[in-house]
């Protein structure tokens, strides 16, 4: 159980200020559904149906990319799920955010514009440093108390991550709680586990799942590897997978940078992990095509998904497992003809009477968009970075800042 105080011992009626993690794909400037929506939704109305006056903090993209965009459509959005109004407006802690925030009645939401739109927000910095920034000197005599509930920005030491929690009570949210108690000391849950323990790791960052390997190798017993990093392992055994064909420019990086640990890997560690024995490509005719490893001569195509032999080597470790733990999908899941080896792995683990966490970045979407039963999983983490940081055991600022305002 997590050292933080919780909304169990928050007083009802007050003014809160809450910092969620909205951070969604935005497609075209229309930001898109996801899983992070209705998670928050419920930590949101929890507080307003305590009579709580609500102010959410979030933010969206980075200055400078095509996803910095206002928080209006996540209003929109939010409000379908919360099932109240959520106001909106377009200010952080200017005049107008202070009159909308003056402006609330007790059970009423209003959600401020991206935390990043403000110069104090982004500098990674000290919680002492950030407590004395404007942005918190002037919103924090507005409110009783701070709630963090944004475990996915945790590793971020941001003013709305990491300063609030040193001006006002602070509490952990329930995304936060749940989050950091299933995904904190991975690695001690799995040595403590008997049975077989099993981590499936895919995605598209090679260094991730290296780092993965890495910190919790004494602790797991068997990776199941899919997802470019699948390529990129097998590339350090010598075949002819795990470079940019056409105008890929998904893998020579990665391999430049983490070719001479992936050749150390399979050289010294091979016992420990699974790899690819066939993959799934884009025909000619835009289908879904398979190729075994052993037949790969020369790499013509990128490789979308697992192999359906990968799948079927990969199940039966799975149903064998004590606890499976997910980082990652193992090919590109979004598209409906390379989403078999992301589905059909965690289909089995849904199955399989193990302990199980899924996580990674979208991964937490297949369930929804496949019409996988969350109940299946004794968690889902809608974190990317932080989950990646809790699975290798490193401190995640905004939440020790938690622990320590309760200590
Ligand atoms: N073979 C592949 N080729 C291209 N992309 C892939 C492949 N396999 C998986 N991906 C992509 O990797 C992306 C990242 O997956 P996911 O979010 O599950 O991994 P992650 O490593 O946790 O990333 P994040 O940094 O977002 O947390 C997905 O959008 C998926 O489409
Ligand atoms: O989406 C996330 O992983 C978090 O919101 C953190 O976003 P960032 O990587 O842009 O800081």
């Known amino acids: 159980m997590a050292a933080f105080n919780t ?19 935005v497609e075209d400037g229309v930001v898109q559904d996801n899983h992070r929506f209705d998670r928050y939704a419920e930590t949101v109305r929890e507080l307003a149906d305590r009579d709580n006056k609500v102010v959410l903090m979030a933010h969206q993209g980075r200055p400078g990319r ?14 379908e799920y ?54 918190v ?35 952990a949210g329930r995304v936060m709680e749940a989050e950091y108690e299933y995904n904190t000391g991975v690695a001690e849950r799995a040595r403590e586990t008997e049975g077989q323990v099993t981590m499936v790791l895919g995605g598209n960052k090679s260094e991730d799942v290296i780092s993965v390997v890495n910190n919790l190798g004494d602790a797991i ?83 979308l998904d697992i192999g359906h032999d990968t799948i079927e080597s990969y199940v039966p470790i799975i149903e064998d497992s004590e606890a499976v733990f997910v980082k990652g999908a193992v090919g590109v899941f979004e598209d409906e003809r390379f989403a078999d080896g992301t589905v059909e792995l965690i289909e089995a683990i849904g199955r399989t009477d193990c302990f199980s966490v899924v996580g990674g970045g979208d991964t937490a979407r297949t369930l929804s968009m496949y019409g996988l ?3 299946n999983y004794d968690h889902i983490s809608i ?25």
């Open 82 to 135: 919360v099932g109240k109004p959520i106001n909106f407006v377009e200010d952080i802690y200017g005049d107008d955010a202070i009159d909308a925030i003056e402006a609330l009645d007790a059970g009423e939401i209003l959600l401020l514009e991206n935390t990043r739109m403000a110069d104090d927000e982004l500098p990674e910095k000290a919680p002492e440093e950030h407590a004395k920034s404007d942005f």
């Open 383 to 407: 974190a990317g970075g932080a989950y990646l940081n809790a699975l290798t055991g490193q401190e995640l600022e905004a939440a020790e800042v938690l622990i320590e305002q309760a200590n």
């Open 137 to 171: 000197q002037t919103l924090s005599p507005y409110f009783d108390a701070f709630v963090n509930d944004a475990y996915s920005a945790a590793h971020r030491a941001h003013a709305s991550t990491v300063g609030f929690a040193l001006e006002l009570p602070a509490y």
């Open 221 to 303: 017993d068997t990776f199941l590897i899919g997802g470019l990093p699948g390529e990129l392992f097998l590339r350090a055994e010598g075949y002819p997978v795990g470079m940019d064909v056409g105008d890929m420019d998904l893998l020579d990086d990665q391999w430049e940078e983490t070719k001479d640990t992936l050749e150390d890997l399979v050289e010294n560690r091979r016992d420990e992990f699974e790899l690819p024995t066939d993959f799934a490509y884009e025909d000619a005719a835009d289908e879904r095509a398979e190729i075994a490893l052993a037949d790969i001569e020369e790499k013509e195509t990128g490789y």
């Open 66 to 79: 095509d996803d910095f965009v206002s928080l209006d459509q996540h209003a929109e959005i939010l409000e």
């Open 7 to 25: 909304l169990d011992d928050l007083a009802d009626g007050q003014r809160v200020l809450v910092r969620v993690d909205l951070n969604s794909p």
């Open 373 to 375: 039963s969350e109940d």
